[in-house]
């Protein structure tokens, strides 16, 4: 069945480093891709997307990649930052075939050692 | 310009019960959609409100429902509460409808008992 997948539930950081989150899709008509962080106790916000026309985005401190021929994408967050300590979810909107219901990963919970 | 903003916060509720929540979108934003979270199953899309109309819809049983009104405030209905609906409800904004964007409020924390 469809799903979206995250490859490792945690991953630990030191302060400056680069941090790679990956995610991975089933489904291939998924057209749009979205990346979220959560703090504890706030709702998701909204870091980055990707249509599935690109392969790479980039934002402040954060780039996207996203390699349809894998249904692999990656958050990575350059310089991390102990704020930047959140679980971070990946998203996928299911393409017009679901209506585009938009379906989350598990999450990976970043945490950022100073 | 304010954020998305959900009322209450928390809530108890018994099982049978039935509960609203509320959402007021990013001013300007037309697409409101609901979301439920929980530990377990973690983010489920519930549905999607545009332009006052149920534009997409989630796997959900029919006793939850929602509706969107004309300055685009939204409201999701939980009716026959069961245990396993206790959940964080989270409401997300954008200015489309197609979850583009979206900027999601804190939350109602709904704890069934």
């Known amino acids: 069945g469809e799903s979206v997948g995250l490859h490792l539930p945690t991953l630990s950081v030191q302060e400056g480093d680069n941090s790679i989150i990956n995610c991975a899709y089933s489904?291939?008509?998924?057209?749009?891709f979205i990346w979220y962080k959560q703090e504890s106790g706030k709702g998701p916000q909204f870091i980055i997307d990707i249509r599935s026309n690109m392969d790479k985005r980039q934002g402040q401190r954060v780039t996207v990649l996203l390699n349809k021929t894998v249904k692999h994408l990656s958050l990575q967050i350059a310089a991390t930052q102990p704020g930047d300590s959140a679980v971070y979810f990946c998203?996928?909107?299911?393409?017009?075939?679901?209506?585009?219901?938009?379906?989350f990963g598990k999450g990976t919970l970043l945490t950022v050692n100073p | 310009k304010a954020g998305v903003t959900q009322t209450p916060r928390y809530l108890i509720k018994t099982r049978g019960q039935q509960v609203t929540l509320s959402c007021s979108p990013i001013?300007?934003?037309?697409?409101v959609s609901w979301y439920q979270q929980t530990p377990g199953q973690g983010l489920q899309f519930l549905f999607e409100?545009?332009?006052?109309?149920?534009?997409n819809k989630g796997n959900f049983p029919g006793r939850f429902s929602g509706r969107q009104f004309s300055n685009s405030r939204s409201e999701m209905n939980v009716s026959t509460l069961e245990l396993g609906d206790s959940a964080l409800y989270l409401c997300a904004s954008s200015l489309v409808q197609g979850h583009y964007e979206q900027y999601f409020g804190p939350g109602t924390r709904l704890t069934v008992t």
């Open positions: 409100y545009f332009s006052e109309t149920q534009r």
């Open positions: 998203a996928e909107n299911g393409g017009r075939g679901s209506n585009y219901k938009l379906t």
């Open positions: 001013s300007g934003h037309r697409s």
């Open positions: 489904n291939s008509a998924s057209d749009y």
